[in-house]
């Protein structure tokens, strides 16, 4: 591993030099580039972009467009106006629920998720089938949490309008087959919906060699501020929908009667954009690059394996998922005997170590498992071996400190 001290980018680690910062899977922190480029937007570009001829608001526009441009660039994008910024992906999947599927699903339609999927991937096709009378189907795993593309066909049927899977699992880590199960499900007739919020900050993703149609991703889980994310679409579909939200800036003209809309990607984008968040997003971008993939990787498997390794040693402790922490991209959940993961989440707070506990917005996958709830620890890059020492210090102690002998 590179021996750089990542945290020092990071001020929150100053204000805190003991904090383990073990979840990151729900949010990254900051490094003081992005909370620059936030600052520079507010201090010194500050208007509405798109609306004012004056200079400030073309100087606000570019910062807002060139955003769009990074992410374009980011994640492999044939264009900007396939760049949709939302608040999150749960927006953008919402997005998709919203305007495609109303215009497209219909009563005896089935909409395919993963079982393992975060509620966001979930809830919105779930209502979408409650009101257009559309079969909601789930493709269940094993233990290991592995979806195959096998299991993907023999799923598929002439019905199957949609297909909705994250590409790194919040709960198991695993990778899946994107590129395998896209190509499944474009010769069925099928579109794929793929949820990036967990691979976008870990390991290189170019849409148009997964060839999905929606991909959608928040910031704050790429080290970017809370408040801005993006939906990626193909021009075509998205051409094609309705807007999602109505109001300013998203129309062409309006009359007392009747409306045109913008063409894209501001038909979608309804209303006083976040252009400061965008301004950050585009700042951890940059810094995402100068570390480089390559580097990430190094690091979080490092780190994932000596914490795996470690955990295997202690007894009680149940781990979720593969045998392998090459399977895991930086996110292992367990259980302890006899210990409520609420209880281990408290007892690594008191010895100021930050990890999540609780269902992890998958609670289909917890009754699938029979699990009622785990506690998760995550890793990125700017952790260090010291971290997971830590960790697995106070991991060994947990059921003493329960009262166990």
Not at 143 to 159: C, E, F, K, R
Not at 392 to 403: C, P
Request: charged residues 20%; proline residues 5%.
């Amino acid at each position: 591993m590179n021996n750089r001290n990542y945290k020092q980018d990071f001020p929150v680690f100053s204000e805190y030099p003991q904090l383990v910062y073990l979840d990151n899977s729900a949010t990254t922190q900051k490094p003081q580039t992005v909370l620059n480029a936030a600052e520079q937007y507010y201090r010194a570009e500050n208007a509405n972009p798109l609306r004012g001829l004056y200079d400030l608001s073309v100087k606000a526009t570019e910062v807002y467009e060139n955003a769009r441009a990074a992410v374009r660039d980011f994640i492999g994008a044939a264009s900007e106006r396939e760049i949709i910024f939302t608040r999150n992906a749960t927006e953008s999947l919402n997005l998709i629920a919203y305007s495609w599927g109303r215009a497209n699903i219909r009563e005896g339609d089935e909409i395919l998720l993963l079982i393992s999927e975060h509620h966001s991937n979930l809830l919105p096709w779930q209502i979408l089938a409650r009101e257009t009378g559309a079969k909601l189907r789930f493709l269940e795993c094993g233990a290991d949490g592995a979806y195959t593309p096998a299991a993907l066909q023999n799923a598929l049927t002439p019905n199957t309008r949609l297909f909705a899977a994250a590409q790194i699992s919040n709960i198991f880590g695993r990778v899946n087959p994107i590129r395998e199960f896209a190509e499944i499900c474009h010769k069925n007739g099928t579109l794929i919906v793929c949820d990036g919020a967990q691979s976008i900050p870990h390991i290189p993703v170019n849409v148009q060699e997964l060839d999905v149609d929606f991909l959608a991703f928040s910031g704050h889980k790429m080290l970017a501020p809370m408040g801005i994310g993006a939906l990626y679409g193909k021009e075509a579909l998205l051409d094609a929908m309705p807007p999602f939200l109505y109001g300013g800036e998203m129309i062409e003209s309006v009359t007392r009667e009747s409306a045109t809309y913008a063409e894209l990607p501001h038909k979608f984008e309804a209303g006083t954009v976040n252009a400061g968040g965008a301004a950050g997003l585009h700042a951890a971008i940059r810094y995402l690059r100068e570390v480089g993939f390559d580097e990430i990787r190094r690091r979080e498997d490092a780190l994932t394996a000596l914490a795996f390794d470690g955990m295997k040693q202690i007894p009680h402790v149940r781990m979720i998922g593969a045998d392998d922490p090459a399977e895991h991209h930086g996110i292992l959940t367990f259980t302890i005997d006899g210990v409520h993961p609420h209880d281990v989440a408290a007892i690594f707070d008191a010895d100021g170590i930050a990890l999540r506990a609780g269902h992890h917005c998958a609670q289909p996958l917890h009754r699938h498992l029979g699990i009622p709830s785990t506690a998760r620890m995550s890793i990125a890059f700017y952790n260090d071996e010291q971290d997971i020492k830590a960790f697995l210090s106070t991991l060994k102690t947990i059921r003493r400190r329960m009262g166990y002998d």
